[in-house]
């Protein structure tokens, strides 16, 4: 059961970390656009597997509390050391599935920023992970062994009968729980499931044309603007344009398939027309390998800009979308236009366009 934990934090973590860099890119990093449901996959794998974490680690900590609590604590400086890092380890890791879970809720009740906070404690639960490990392997061989156990463990008594029963049965209601959590949450990501998802905050298929929607226009304080006649995609560059949505609607469309893909561990996969982003920074006259910058119409929020790197730049199928499945954006998925590029993290898909600047 360990191993099965082990192996859900660290894909957990590995994905984790994924999402980071893709979400944070340090300058020597660009977002690669293919496979188009590249972070649709390993977000889906970062909830699915930090769920399915919840009711193994209960029963890791079921398992093992009473030696959280024996007694004398402190037998020598490493049993000291151990014991810390064994501390860190649980309060990390229950930090991240408590923030995680309540995340996927859109549930802060907390004064700090997630994000922030979420990643710092995953370093320290994977920096107490192998510290524990490393304390620990040395010891499980001999126990394997069916030698005497840790120092100064007695040997087991012969076991009771309905012991192993016993353990089967709790082994059989850890491994059934987490594989539950998981079949009922991953239809948020996982279509043919979808049925299934009563565990999942958001659904596929559940929201204004047919698509989650995660911050409306109205809490994005955009409404007012949206219907305004004076609005202008306005793309600066060597030859900068300023473009009324009859006149984006007039320029070459093309419509792809692409997924909305949300780090708290929803998406969907829809159909969206509009004009390439690269058609736009080519009538503005940027260089090729150029990177763009896009703006919202929303004043505040972490969200309200964002870098496309040269390669989804490039991409065809980098779209400023003006329609969702063959219908204008709903003012809630970014009416007038909003940016859908492959294998990018939802975040980024940034809604409600005013502006693109060349970089
Ligand atoms: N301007 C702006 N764009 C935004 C956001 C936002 O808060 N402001 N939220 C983003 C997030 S977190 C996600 S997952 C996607 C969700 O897309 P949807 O709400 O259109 O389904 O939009 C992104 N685009
Ligand atoms: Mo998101």
């Known amino acids: 059961m360990g191993r099965w934990l082990g192996a ?6 590995l994905t984790g970390l994924w999402s980071h860099l893709l979400q944070h890119p340090p300058g020597w990093f660009d977002l690669p656009a293919s496979p188009a ?24 900590l079921w398992v093992v509390y009473p030696r959280l609590f024996a007694w004398p604590p402190l037998r020598s400086l490493g049993h000291a050391a151990e014991r810390a890092s064994v501390a860190a380890l649980v309060a990390a890791v229950i930090f991240e599935l408590v923030t995680g879970v309540a995340n996927a809720a859109q549930w802060y009740p907390w004064p700090f920023s997630f994000t922030a906070a979420h990643y710092a404690v995953a370093w320290v639960a994977a920096g107490a992970l192998c510290l524990h490990l490393a ?16 120092a100064g463990d007695p040997e087991p008594d012969p076991e009771p009968a309905g012991v192993a029963q016993g353990r089967r049965r709790f082994l059989a209601t850890a491994f059934g729980t987490a594989g539950a ?11 043919p499931l979808a049925p299934l998802a009563v565990l999942a905050p958001r659904r596929a298929g559940v929201g204004p044309q047919r698509l989650p929607v995660n911050k409306t226009a109205a809490q994005a304080g955009v409404r007012a603007a949206l219907g305004d006649p004076a609005y202008r995609l306005r793309v600066i560059g060597p030859r900068s344009l300023a473009l009324t949505l009859a006149e984006l609607r007039e320029l070459p469309q093309r419509t792809v398939a692409l997924p909305i893909a949300c780090v ?3 998406s969907s996969t829809v159909v969206w027309t509009g004009v ?3 058609e736009l920074l080519a009538l503005a006259g940027a260089p090729t390998g150029a990177s763009a910058r896009v703006g919202s119409l929303e004043r505040s929020g972490p969200y309200r800009t964002s870098m496309v790197g040269p390669t989804q730049a490039a991409h065809p199928d980098t779209l400023i979308a003006l329609a969702v499945g063959g219908a204008p954006l709903h003012p809630d998925h970014g009416y007038p236009a909003r940016l859908i590029a492959p ?9 409600w366009l005013t502006r693109i600047e060349v970089i």
């Open 264 to 266: 708290e561990g929803w």
């Open 37 to 60: 449901w590249g972070y649709q996959l390993s977000q889906g794998l970062h909830v699915a597997s930090g769920f399915a974490a919840v009711p193994l680690l209960l029963a890791k």
């Open 8 to 13: 859900a934090i660290a894909t957990c973590f």
């Open 276 to 278: 390439p982003l690269r």
């Open 135 to 150: 304390a620990r392997l040395p010891l499980t061989p001999r126990r394997a062994g069916g030698g005497p156990g840790g």
């Open 343 to 351: 294998n990018r993290p939802g975040v980024l898909q940034t809604k």
């Open 181 to 191: 959590v998981t079949l009922l949450s991953a239809g948020q990501t996982v279509r």
